[in-house]
């Protein structure tokens, strides 16, 4: 499996409102609120993650039922906090908000948006973007690439995961793909406010779901 299965996953699945209540309700509270409220100065950063944390429910729930899906690292609420020791070697440390953050030497070197592992040992890291147009992203998911095959020592494929139709993406190499989920930042409108503001966290059932460390 490659990241353009993976992607392919992602483009044939039937968004659940299951998923989509999940996925809000990974967010905290003000930023669920800031989501249901369009006039918000927040809006925008709380539809970003909430895209964010729909992508990663569907690659669970796909990955459940796809044999070529070894392990989808955790995160948002389903990530184990642990403080970072010091003394400890270079890898993933998640932070207190269950984002997947690399450090080096004491300092974080790089943050992922998901991370998924195939069953013929393929890793993939990705990035979920509203605009593939943002500004940077080339030298960013170089810089993030270099990082982690340098600390996995094999390569790493990579996979673009955005919510508006992608046009050239020079930067990808062979091995790399892109998927758009058209206005996935939106689908929270599916769902009534009262259904994800004051809701507790469950998470989704899931044999694939590991933690980050042993990705």
Known sequence: MSAAEVAELLNNAEI???EIRRAAIHLPK????????EESPLHRSAAGEFFEALVYEILLQEGEVSPAVDSVAAKFSDALYV??????????????DGGIR???NGRVAAEV??????????R????????PAKAGIASEVSL??????????????FLLVCAKPVRELKFLRDCDSSVVIEDGNLLYRRL??????????????STKRVDGSVW
């Open 16 to 18: 659940s409102s299951g």
């Open 30 to 37: 003000p930023t669920r609120a800031a989501l249901y409220d």
């Open 83 to 96: 403080p970072y020791d010091k003394y400890a070697k270079d890898g993933l440390w998640y932070s207190k």
């Open 102 to 104: 690399f450090k080096v």
């Open 113 to 122: 948006d998901f991370l998924v592992k195939t069953s013929d040992g393929i």
């Open 124 to 131: 993939v890291f990705g990035e979920v973007i509203v605009n």
């Open 144 to 157: 993030k690439r270099e990082l982690l095959e340098r600390l996995y020592g094999c390569d790493i494929q």
């Open 192 to 205: 009534h406010p009262n259904e994800v503001l004051h809701k507790k966290s469950a998470p989704a059932k």
